[in-house]
């Protein structure tokens, strides 16, 4: 399903055992409230209209001439880009959307255009736009209707060039295309025969790679030397090995000669090898025995690797060369935080660098490489700043399999760490991971008075293929008793209270609310799903045209057997449910159609269920609407979890009410 619908005081507890790994802890089972006081000593009530505001700059990017930042904000009730120079007041607003779905913005190499993708309401047929910073105008450059843009390859080299991929042709299949930036002349340059995922351009802009999955989610990465050439084979593995989103090509070397690939090929976990395109020969880069590659560092003028990220229990980094590795040495200096580049501009001698922590706001700074001075700019969210936001802890726990499971929890600042009330809040994906960072609802979360679990059940990316296979065909199994085995750990270790233990989650985090409401019913005193899977075949038979490709994947990891799909499905045991369910679905969803939640609570209700529904308009899977959407949601969520767990409660106002949006 992939995405998280959701937006993106630390006790010394002597039962939170060392560990070199992340960990993670759940919920209890269903019974009558504690009436242990918890609301005296918590710190101020923090607004939701703080904690989910839309960030007051977020994700910025550095002009390519470094004197001038592009960002997102809020503008007319969505986000938009604005621009500043660099250490500038100047703030201005560049683009009038009016729908979600603009996450980032990026330069154009002329430093007179920003580019950016944006959707209708969250239908993901997203298009590729242009806004020129001199006369204000806004240009669709990918005007093609129902065709969706995505994955953009640019070079300096080429500054008047793009290549973006168009389902224009299938919208089954993304083909590629050169988008010239001066006349908005659009070309196919690479036709998919059906089953590539993404190309791959070389420093030249020649399309030279390609990506493929295999029905059975086996990989193949094709290679040729130029467009008049025929593809060939350059190296497989097989449907067992990695799938993270940054398995497969990473790029090309300097000299075009040799291919960065980031496989599980040879080893447990995703690694760093350099591939000749000639001969196929390997060589390791950099690896870890058990957890996988997230990212690299490229020069942007030398076109040569840097550095290595690895996320461990935090952002950790493997330098490949010793300069960078004295400029991270300087920026450590920030704060204990973990230290990252955001962009930098066209010399290399200015970067904008992000600092990220889980207890206090994200941060930017600028890095002037040749003066080594590092200089704030501002953070994204500075209402935040003056709040007590409480620090996040990895643990680990054993399964009843004996398997050792990871994740993070957050306790809330100011009251011991005992007979809490506990909210295991479940990821999306599955295949991606919760981190060491700052999260707003475990934040909002625990400033209720709630401690957080967030365990990386098996199947979540990041621990390698053995701990991901292991997920496999566990949708509704092992995947989701992680979940339970870890809400006891954390009664046992004395944390939650039992009997006031919620899960909650979006996406597949939204499924494994419901199946853990219907498999293993008494385990949780409530449940919150959102945008949630309930039957299993009806989402196979109406996935998006443009995941095709990406087919193999669930079926191997999912499971593909209609009768397997059909025992999985929390729809087909909605007679267990014993504890209340709040349902809440994006009306625009185009991945889980709402049809999952009709269906779900039609069968809830029919039984005499406690199922309270809640249906957002003009939004997708991941959001949409702006930001009237997203506090309704989270007001209807605190109210709820306050009633059945206990916790704090901010009265909702005018904007907030839900009442309207209930079904």
Not at 66 to 85: E, F, L, M, S
Not at 344 to 366: C, E, K, Q
Not at 574 to 601: G, W
Request: aromatic share 8%; proline share 6%; charged share 20%.
């Amino acid at each position: 399903m992939q995405a998280d619908p959701a937006r993106l005081a630390r006790p010394r507890l002597s039962s939170l055992r060392s560990s070199p790994y992340p960990i993670i802890i759940l919920l209890g089972f269903a019974g009558a409230l504690s009436t242990t006081p918890l609301h005296a000593e918590l710190p101020r009530l923090i607004p939701r209209s703080v904690v989910f505001e839309d960030s007051q700059r977020g994700n910025p990017v550095l002009s390519p001439d470094g004197q001038r930042v592009a960002y997102i904000a809020p503008h007319n009730g969505t986000q938009n880009i604005w621009v500043r120079t660099l250490r500038g007041d100047d703030d201005r607003v560049v683009t009038n959307c009016t729908t979600d779905g603009m996450p980032y913005c990026l330069w154009q190499a002329d430093g007179q255009h920003v580019l950016y993708f944006s959707d209708q309401s969250g239908d993901e047929v997203t298009h590729l736009f242009q806004t020129d910073l001199v006369t204000g105008q806004t240009t669709d450059l990918t005007p093609l209707a129902g065709a969706r843009a995505q994955g953009l390859i640019m070079d300096p080299a080429h500054p008047d060039t793009l290549l973006v991929h168009l389902n224009a042709r299938d919208e089954n299949l993304f083909d590629l295309y050169a988008l010239d930036l001066r006349t908005g002349s659009l070309a196919m340059v690479a036709e998919n025969p059906g089953d590539v995922a993404m190309f791959h351009a070389d420093h030249h802009l020649r399309v030279r790679a390609a990506y493929v999955t295999r029905p059975d989610n086996s990989v193949e990465i094709r290679v040729r030397e130029s467009a008049d050439e025929a593809w060939r084979t350059l190296m497989t593995w097989g449907p067992d090995e990695m799938n993270s989103d940054y398995t497969g090509v990473a790029g090309f070397n300097a000299d075009n000669t040799e291919l960065w690939v980031i496989t599980s090929l040879g080893a447990n976990a995703e690694r760093l090898v350099e591939v000749d395109l000639r001969t196929g020969g390997m060589d390791v880069v950099s690896e870890d025995p058990l957890f996988d590659v997230t990212g690299l560092v490229i020069n942007p003028v030398r076109n040569t690797l840097e550095a290595v990220r690895y996320e461990r229990e935090r952002m950790a980094w493997v330098f490949l060369d010793d300069s960078i590795r004295g400029d991270f040495a300087l920026l450590a200096g920030i704060g204990e935080g973990d230290v990252s580049i955001r962009s930098r501009d066209s010399s290399d001698t200015g970067w904008l660098v992000r600092f990220s922590a889980p207890n206090r706001p994200t941060a930017y700074y600028h890095f002037d490489r040749d003066a080594k001075t590092i200089t704030f700019l501002f953070s994204e969210d500075p209402a935040l700043e003056a709040e007590s936001l409480a620090m996040k802890d990895a643990i680990d726990f054993v399964a009843t399999d004996g398997m050792t499971i990871y994740g993070y929890v957050t306790l809330p600042v100011g009251v011991e760490p005992r007979d809490l009330p506990l909210v295991v809040y479940v990821h999306g994906g599955p295949w991606t991971r919760d981190s060491w960072e700052l999260d707003f609802p475990a934040q909002w979360l625990a400033n209720r008075g709630y401690a957080v679990l967030q365990v990386n059940f098996r199947g979540s990316t990041g621990y390698g293929k053995a701990y991901q296979n292991a997920g496999n065909l566990e949708w509704g199994g092992k995947a989701v008793q992680d979940l339970v085995d870890g809400k006891n750990w954390a009664v046992m270790q004395g944390i939650a209270d039992p009997r006031r233990v919620a899960i909650m989650g979006g996406s597949y985090g939204g499924y494994a609310t419901l199946a853990a409401m219907t498999f293993w019913p008494g385990e949780f005193a409530c449940g919150v799903a959102m945008n949630a899977m309930s039957d299993a075949n009806l989402f196979m038979n109406s996935m998006p045209p443009q995941w095709t490709v990406a087919r193999g994947r669930f079926e191997a990891r999912m499971g593909k057997d209609p009768e397997f799909l059909t025992r999985i499905s929390p729809l087909q045991k909605a007679n267990q449910v014993m504890s209340p369910l709040f349902i809440i679905h994006n009306a625009n969803d185009v991945r889980v159609r709402q049809e999952h939640a009709d269906l779900m609570v039609a069968a809830l209700r029919a039984l005499g269920k406690d199922a309270t529904y809640m249906v957002l308009p003009d939004a997708g899977h991941t959001g949409g609407a702006g930001s009237s959407n997203l506090m309704r949601r989270w007001a209807a969520i605190e109210t709820f979890l306050g009633k059945h767990l206990g916790g704090r409660i901010e009265a909702p106002n005018n904007a907030e009410k839900w009442e309207p949006l209930l079904r």
